[in-house]
């Protein structure tokens, strides 16, 4: 401070108050950005674990509660499955934002969600049609007399829903013959089916008419095996029934089930119609396969067991109703 001869005062600050002054600065913005990076920390570790990647080449962005986003990336076919044990490891222990649950993946007009705390559950709205695949009457030579039209297995050099002599699309398809469940009809196949019988038996593959079972298209990223337990629940009725992944459907379709599971949610069982349109709710279970021949009855009450403690109607009502 210096006062001069007409009484004018004047403060002179020296360099080292100046230099105090801006540390002082420093500090408040260094700590206020401290406080502020833990904030937002502690506020994303509590709605978002970190996830790992899988490198397949295919991203993919979910998008999560309040706004954020993480990468995530997944095989693209059940049919062909991971490339290892590893890769599935990985994916089916992907953490799961707790009290969420996360995009998945759409198809058509269905958005696929993986759910909380149970990585390896997915779920999805959708209608149903149904698959004729594996009932011993599903496909036969003279038009009208199969459950299902020819033109859904396909046509000559390129069938899909019946078997063939060489099992390659291609072939020629297979008759059953007299000592088979429906001789004169086409052998229809799945894609679950039992090793130990022959390919040109009809009791290889999963019966429609007999086992509920559900479809998942080519294009899905859900990582299911043959042989899954899921449930589906209809929404309108809320008749339920457990079954299994036991074929794959054409890409970009989602909404599939057998005969035997359209009659077990109440709605039209006939495959030469349109199915339904009703929203039911598929619940899958990934990484439960037991493989293939199961019991119907095992099936119905693992897959309820498994639906129960992943937490029922209850749970399902919040995630999805």
Known sequence: MKTFKD???????????????????????????????????????????????????????????????????????????????????????????????????????????????????????????????????????????????????????NWWGIVTHNTKRSGKPVLQDATDPAPGYYVSGTSLQDATKKNNDPTRYVNSEAIPFFVLPGDSRIPATMGDFGYVVNMDTAMSSGCIFADVGPDNKIGEGSIALARAVGIPSDPRGEGTTDQMIYVVFTDTSQGWPVDKKYIDSHSNQLFEQWGGMERLRREMY
């Open 7 to 157: 009484g004018e005062v004047i403060h002179l600050y020296t360099m080292r108050h100046q230099t105090n002054i801006k540390l002082i600065i420093l500090w408040v913005v260094a700590i206020c950005a401290v406080f502020a990076f833990l904030l937002s920390t502690a506020s994303f570790a509590s709605d978002l674990s970190t996830h790992e990647s899988i490198s397949t080449g295919m991203h993919h962005t979910v998008d999560v509660a309040m706004n954020r986003s993480t990468p995530l990336v997944f095989t693209c076919d059940p049919r062909l499955g991971f490339k290892n044990m590893k890769e599935r490891r990985a994916a089916m222990s992907l953490s799961v934002p707790a009290g969420m649950k996360i995009f998945f993946q759409r198809i058509g007009s269905s958005s696929i969600y993986q759910t909380k705390k149970h990585g390896s559950v997915y779920i999805f709205k959708s209608g149903m049609n149904i698959d004729a695949d594996g009932a011993f009457t599903a496909y036969h030579p003279l038009p009208g007399k199969g459950l299902d039209h020819l033109g859904n297995a396909g046509r000559p050099g």
